[in-house]
């Protein structure tokens, strides 16, 4: 990255590693940190009967073109009475990666790796995270499997888990499988070398579909929710674009959610306290049903999932184009997710967007710590041991989760909004067409596209709200403190 990183780069590096520090994250392993890593060679390995092979099974892992840090596999097969069952294999990363350990601990005070525009600060070592405990194409490695019955309306019928040495047959991406799938380009390379693998994934869209459809029919909500991937040319940051879902992400989605789901259920069978992941009953229901009125669509007074979702489905046939908007709208009035902590017996608060009751995070334990947690506690369970966690650990550790996965996101948007002011600095006095995202006693938000970023209006905020449309003139940037600053021009409806 030629230009980029030798002055620009240079610049959001510093402003990347400034904003972990800033936000109590670790932007570097300590030496005891990096000396335990060097002491791993192999990927682990076990001689246990109840450790299941089925690496001969059509494994493959979705991922980002540029995903090195592969947490799980997928597969599908044909199960009874038109059923078919589906295999999700998650990286035993807790066989290599003690609790107690200086790498734990290390993953313990970030709880989650960090992506952002001018760097990536891994939870793990890329040691570990992109090969030892990564599931890695044509190498054997330990894994977790979830293990479901899925019906033909999409319900979970039957499910187990238990451990497995796994082998993954090809290296996918996203959107290049998304193509194929939508029938707008030829099977990836990858997949047109392992024979038999293009039924497969064609078995597992299908089966990925009908988890949604039985998801949707609950109350699961179907956004638009616009993340943004840079993209460079000639090494140099040319833009921030929309990271879009596709087929692919969809199948990957709807299997993670699935997988998570008999994960909690497993362990509340177990008796075992457990990190669920959880999106209260939103607080800003008002507002969500004062945008619908200004669209002609009425929801009911009280906070409803299946009334919303029917609301962004109609509201997605009837304006495709401006349905990102509305959905990043109802993405910030619902709120943000957090951990917390489950003692059987007593009532989980569920995931309102999921529309779902029992719901953990389980399949990323390469980048996100609660995976990691929840991992031993599985294990343990399987071995028939007490949790290596109290419940008091537990409920620490959930607040702590919650508090770092937001400073990381902080992080990313704080170094996303200094590339988009590296990119809109030569801009000044153009003006843009936006929405706003955010409207409080802290300020005014608003995002725009070509870069996509948020920056906030300092001139004519007065009487904005979220959901409401404006024309924005840009005033200033800020690189180092990623300030983009706007004025009002008039609000649209």
């Known amino acids: 990255m030629a230009s980029l990183r030798s002055s620009g780069n240079a610049r ?22 990096v000396a335990e890593a060097a002491a791993l060679t192999h990927a682990a390995t076990v001689a246990d009967a109840a450790v299941r092979d089925l690496r001969s099974l059509l494994w493959a892992s979705i991922d980002n073109d540029d995903s090195r840090d592969l947490d799980q596999l997928s597969v599908a097969g044909p199960a009874a009475e038109g059923a078919e069952t589906v295999f999700v294999a998650v990286a035993d990363v807790d066989a290599l990666v003690r609790k107690g350990s200086n790498i734990d601990n290390h993953a313990s005070v970030n709880t989650t790796s960090v992506y952002t525009a001018a760097e990536i600060f891994p939870m793990l070592p890329e040691k570990l995270s992109t090969n030892l405990t990564s599931l890695n194409p044509d190498e054997d490695r330990l894994a977790v499997v979830v293990e479901m019955t899925v019906a033909a309306d999409g319900s979970v019928t039957k499910s187990a888990i238990y451990r497995a040495t796994v082998r993954n047959h090809a290296k996918l991406a996203y959107n290049s499988v998304a193509a194929w799938l939508e029938g707008n380009a030829a099977a ?18 299908r089966v990925a579909q009908a988890l949604k459809r039985m998801r949707e029919s609950r109350g699961a909500l179907e956004l638009d929710t616009l993340e943004t991937r840079p993209i460079f040319s000639d090494d140099t940051l040319a833009d921030l674009a929309p990271d879009a879902s596709n087929r692919a992400k ?6 993670m959610v699935a997988a998570n789901g008999v994960v909690a259920r497993f ?3 177990k008796a075992m306290p457990s990190l669920r992941r959880v999106l209260r009953t939103p607080q800003r229901w008002d507002r969500i049903v004062a945008l619908a009125a200004q669209v002609g669509e009425k929801l009911p007074a009280l906070p409803d999932a299946i009334a919303l979702d029917a609301f962004l489905q109609t509201r997605r046939q009837a304006d495709p184009d401006r349905f990102g908007d509305l959905s990043l709208s109802i993405v910030k009035l619902l709120g943000s997710g957090e951990y917390a902590l489950e003692v059987p017996g007593t009532p989980a608060p569920g995931h309102f967007a999921l529309a779902v009751t029992d719901y953990t995070h389980s399949t990323a334990p390469n980048r996100r710590f609660p995976d990691l947690i929840t991992q031993r506690i599985v294990k343990a369970a399987l071995d028939g041991r007490r949790s290596p966690y109290s419940n008091t650990e537990l409920a620490t550790l959930a607040a702590h989760c919650t508090e770092q996965q937001r400073n990381a996101a902080k992080v990313e948007r704080q170094v996303a909004k200094s590339a988009a002011a ?8 153009a003006t843009f067409q936006g929405i706003v995202t955010g409207a409080s006693d802290k300020g005014t938000w608003v995002r725009i596209s070509g870069p996509t970023t948020e920056g906030r209006v300092v001139k004519g905020f007065q009487g904005l709200d979220v959901g409401d449309r404006v024309a924005v003139q840009l005033l200033h940037t800020d690189v180092e403190r990623g300030f983009i600053d706007f004025a009002a021009a008039r609000a649209r409806s």
């Open 12 to 33: 959001l590096q510093h402003v990347a590693h400034d904003a972990m520090r800033e936000r109590g994250l670790l932007p570097d392993f300590s030496p005891a940190v």
């Open 267 to 269: 362990l509340a069978s």
């Open 422 to 429: 590296l990119l809109l600095s030569s801009r000044i006095g």
């Open 250 to 255: 969809e199948l990957i989605e709807d299997f």
């Open 188 to 205: 990836p390379a990858p997949v047109a070398a392992v024979p038999g693998l293009d039924q497969q994934l064609r078995r597992q869209s």
